[in-house]
């Protein structure tokens, strides 16, 4: 925190333009948090497909590993040093369970 | 700010905490109160005395002019019988926002006369909906993935020191040192608690946020206009409730010999069915398994319990996020550690405001800011303690009781979020900080004198009771926040 001051108060005194980080995550956030929320909706959708076959149970089990899920891709995604490469972990396991919500029979 | 992982997730952690952090200290405060819902509800109705008689079959039969009084009226009553935690027999029916409970002599039946009370189940609506139906459970199902979010990045930015952190409490030290070491400490200590809760409370109330029909068919029915295509149906005529139930001793001897002797917990009416369900006490596992009978003439309709590995691992989430089946150590484990669960947000969000106060004190959304957590963090535990003045104090002929409990809660709410505001706004957030951190004190330090003087039939040589434990627990809260005003 004392850094986060010192810089930013050097930044002022000099005038320079300096782009913080943290408007950057916001937009990373806002990005891996719709790109998660969509593969966790896609787990609960798929589940009814590839679960098992009481609609209840898979009900549940898709729950289950879409509320496990959701914070463990988020952090990895937005853990990053790239965000592209967090997009693209997030985009991938949001594709593979759309895939299984549409190709399974 | 350099852009590293410990950096990222300091920042998320600050701020996914502290924005979710107010409410979800709400939620961990009323939680804890909700493992003693039972308990509560003896304390507020006081006129119940601690000890009565031995449960007898036969007294069931009448409790059912009541139970048939309910059907009519539409209600959905169920009795409860009498436990080990509760040795009364009660008469139960959710009111859109708790359950609403009458007790009856277990041995006779009688029902006795006790005030009308909102009861400790408010804490429990309170805890999962915050008292706004599915929107608030949709919003409470929502911060518990946050919280998930948020213990995550923290173990990352505390994973080097998780073990030494364990031991480290400087109270005396610099402020923000202090409040730092009681965050860590309130979080990694209770950790195993917290994780368990915020994960199972989230899944069970998963319906909410990940429903399982596709968003995309959601929305298209939200905008499809609607044309009744074909003319509408006549009214489905009311199913009709029988003029009389069958004898219950019976039944429940009948439904023992399926689900076990002493395993039966309620008795749940419908028109045209009586369902004797499993005793959510009777182990992790909270099958809900009933045995049902016909409510004409008692003949046996089927025996439900859901089988599958994957049913039992959702009741077994259920049964240890609820606790219903633990003891009373265990209930007060569940009780200290959510308690220190609410500390661990209390201090984040403090910390939060100290860290930002020097660069951002004069900005309008620290102040807003600011006001919000002195709404949330002492107007909470303020709201709570006036309900169980206004138990006692409201007159007991009151119409809508249990209603104007809940108004004064909410209330009392809503004007230390207002003034905490108003102080923060006008630049003296201390001020607000003290003002309602001293009325905390004086409101928990003088709810044993209004016990004593309220209650009826008061001795101070009895087993410990539930009233001891009420009383003891606002005069330690008050103590506390006596501490803190001083420290202020």
Known sequence: MTFEISSAARSRRSGAIVSSPAR?????AVFVFALVWMAA?????GALKWGPPVRHDATVLGQMIAVAAFPLLFLLAFGTRNPLRGGIIAGVVGVVALLAVLLHS | MQDTLRTRMGWLHAWVGFAAGLLLFCVFASG???????????WLQPEASPQTEAFSPQSLDHVLPAVHD??????????TLPSRRDPYLRLEHHDGHEFLTVPYNPKTGERLTVRATAGGTFFYDLHYTMRSGVYGETLVAFVGLALLLTIGSGIIIHLKGLVSDLMLLRPFAARLR???DVHVVAAVVFLPFILLMAYSGTFIRARTLFPPVSYLASIENAFRTSVPSTPRRPEKSAVSIPPSFPPLAPLVAEAERTIGAGQTGYILFQPQNILISRTDASGPLLTREHVDFSAEDGHVLRHVLLPGAITHTEQVLKGLHYARWTGVGMRWLYFISGAMG???FASGSIIFLMKRRRQSGERLMFRIAEGLAIGSIVGLPLGTLAFFWANRLLPVALHD??????HVFLAVWVLSAVSGMVWSLLGRPFQGWKIQLFCLAGLGLFLTPL?????????FFHVPTVFAATDLVAFFLALVSFQMARRL
């Open chain 1, 24 to 28: 950057r995550w916001i937009w990373r």
């Open chain 1, 41 to 45: 909706h896609f787990i609960t959708l």
């Open chain 2, 32 to 42: 804890c109160l909700a493992v003693f819902d039972t308990e509560l509800t003896r």
């Open chain 2, 70 to 79: 309910l059907l009519v009226q539409g209600e959905k009553p169920f009795i």
């Open chain 2, 178 to 180: 202090a409040w730092l």
């Open chain 2, 342 to 344: 609410a500390v661990m």
């Open chain 2, 401 to 406: 009781r249990p209603l104007a409990e809940g």
């Open chain 2, 451 to 459: 016990d004593v003087a309220t209650r009826p039939g008061v001795t």
